[in-house]
């Protein structure tokens, strides 16, 4: 698992199916374990070297003498060496003759390709400086062609991108969107139509009234040929008046960008004021700074994940971020939380009740029927960055001392399989602390049945998270717009057989912000009937 040849033939795998995102991972693994063979401090170097002699050693011993003597006799101007005697000359020399090369090109072209220009650009420069890829014409015109790719995603020409403020580099996108898929391999997504029976038995622990249904939903994202999708909804098993309370649901998968707000480490919910009785039930870990609101969260997140994450230097990760970063943060964060519950748990991370039968709005299309040519016929909607799919995992894993070369539940594509599922289901919310100016949603948490109903911009519950989150039938629902006049389309309460209906969105918003603002959670426009109409009436104007 430490072999840089496997985790490059890995990125070109990748890279010939379409998977720039996979195959940047890839490759950042194979340029790390370069780096942990030169260097004796790292965790991998003895991993790292004893791998890759061994895939060296196959190699017949004279043709490994004849390469080694003309590199010995070359003057290495090209590719100086550092004057280090405890580096071993051969693994030296295939590290910067033929793996780093590679490493450097796989690398800058899937990022670029994934849209990360910035960070594209970054290793490019690396690359000069360790006088990489010198004279090589194939990575000379990725370079060069980098301004060019930048100003076609802007839809103008190089010379118009110079005389822009992107010209500077440090203005240039580094976030694009990725494929959205159950990759092929995925054996964990589970069939979740014949899951029923499960998901009705955690959905009756904390919504006795309601039950989950197979229904028939608009098509979002992939074949304009198939108009509809089965997935999953939620139904009233009675009628509820409006007002009743129908769902109330705990979860351990939350995250908070706050360094020193004042929120249970568990559920997320606010602490109460030292003079407050309450605070009595509050407890502390001994042995970190984790704060709970009970004794029952306290043992809840002990069992749950804190007992892999305590103590590993995460507190300060992610937080306190400008408020353009407070969303991809707080995902982050919950992928963090995610990996602390599978470590603790001993299980996959897509195991995971709170994860597993989330729908990530993942297309619908055959893969076997697109995967050449790879980088045209398949739908891009999950957003991607180095920062947050790729470097933050490999922190997280490295904090809590996870192999992030032999590990295989933690993957890539596992994490994007995570981060899919997530930006369609995690609600956010502001924390408690008042006096603030609003900085962007600081605390968000994931609940795996809340999250099965369906959205619609014309919902008829209402909700609300603190500690857990509760579904209540809306009193007054909402009026639509069109042409100037509004009107309400449907009666408050929710009658027996009826579809419970929930929001992912401002729903006070006009119809195209509503869309812009929900198309992350959805995959695509929402075509629910307010929508629909609404859209109708803005373009008959």
Not at 151 to 159: P, W
Not at 348 to 377: C, M, Q, R
Request: one cysteine or more; proline letters at 6%; glycine letters at 6%.
């Amino acid at each position: 698992p430490h072999c840089i040849s496997l985790h490059i033939v890995l990125a070109q795998k990748y890279a010939q199916l379409g998977y720039h995102d996979l195959a940047a991972g890839q490759s950042y693994k194979a340029l790390l374990l370069c780096d942990a063979i030169s260097d004796a401090s790292d965790v991998y170097h003895a991993e790292a070297i004893e791998d890759q002699r061994e895939l060296i050693q196959q190699i017949p011993l004279v043709e490994r003498i004849r390469l080694l003597k003309g590199e010995l006799q070359s003057d290495g101007a090209a590719m100086p060496r550092d004057a280090r005697p405890d580096i071993d000359v051969e693994l030296d020399y295939w590290s910067r003759k033929h793996y780093l090369p590679w490493i450097y090109l796989l690398l800058c072209r899937s990022l670029t390709l994934c849209g990360c220009f910035r960070t594209a650009h970054e290793y490019i420069i690396q690359a000069r400086e360790r006088k990489i890829c010198l004279g090589d014409p194939r990575f000379s015109e990725m370079a060069t062609r980098l301004p060019e790719v930048v100003a076609q995603h802007f839809g103008i020409t190089l010379e118009e991108l110079r005389k822009t403020a992107y010209w500077d580099v440090k203005q240039w996108p580094n976030q694009g969107l990725v494929r959205r898929e159950v990759y092929p391999w995925n054996s964990w997504e589970p069939d979740r139509l014949a899951e029923l029976p499960n998901l009705n038995a955690m959905m009756a622990k904390v919504a006795p009234k309601l039950e989950v249904r197979a229904v028939e939903l608009p098509a979002l994202t992939g074949n304009s040929n198939q108009k509809t999708v089965v997935q999953l909804g939620v139904f009233a098993k009675e009628d509820i008046a409006p007002g009743d309370v129908v769902l109330d649901e705990e979860s351990l998968l939350t995250a908070n960008n706050r360094l020193q707000d004042a929120l249970c480490d568990a559920c997320s919910a606010d602490l109460p004021d030292l003079d407050d009785p309450a605070s009595d039930d509050t407890r502390e870990c001994p042995h970190c700074q984790a704060v709970f609101c009970s004794v029952r969260c306290a043992k809840r997140a002990q069992h749950g994940y804190h007992y892999s994450i305590c103590e590993k230097g995460l507190d300060a990760l992610l937080r306190d971020v400008p408020p353009a970063e407070a969303a991809e943060s707080l995902y982050s964060l919950l992928v963090m939380r995610t990996i602390g519950m599978a470590e603790t748990q001993e299980c996959h991370p897509l195991e995971l009740l709170e994860v597993k039968y989330i729908w990530g709005d993942f297309h619908n299309l055959p893969l076997t029927e697109h995967l050449i040519p790879p980088s045209t016929a398949l739908p891009r909607t999950l957003p991607f960055s180095f920062e947050h799919n790729i470097l933050f995992p490999m922190q997280i894993m490295e904090k809590i001392e996870i192999d992030p070369y032999s590990e295989t539940h933690y993957d890539l594509w596992v994490f994007n399989t995570i981060y899919a599922k997530l930006r369609g289901t995690a609600s956010a919310r502001l924390s408690g602390l008042g006096g603030r100016p609003v900085r962007g949603p600081e605390v968000s948490a994931v609940h795996p049945m809340w999250c099965l109903a369906n959205h619609s911009c014309d919902p008829n519950v209402s909700w609300e998270w603190g500690g857990s989150i509760k579904f209540w039938a809306r009193k007054e629902r909402v009026a639509w717009e069109g042409r100037g006049v509004k009107v309400v389309r449907s009666k408050a309460g929710i009658r027996k057989g009826e579809e419970v209906l929930n929001h992912y969105c401002d729903i006070t918003l006009p119809v195209k912000e509503r869309r812009e603002w929900a198309r992350g959670a959805l995959g695509g426009d929402c075509m629910c009937a307010r929508c629909v109409w609404e859209a109708e009436q803005a373009d008959a104007k």
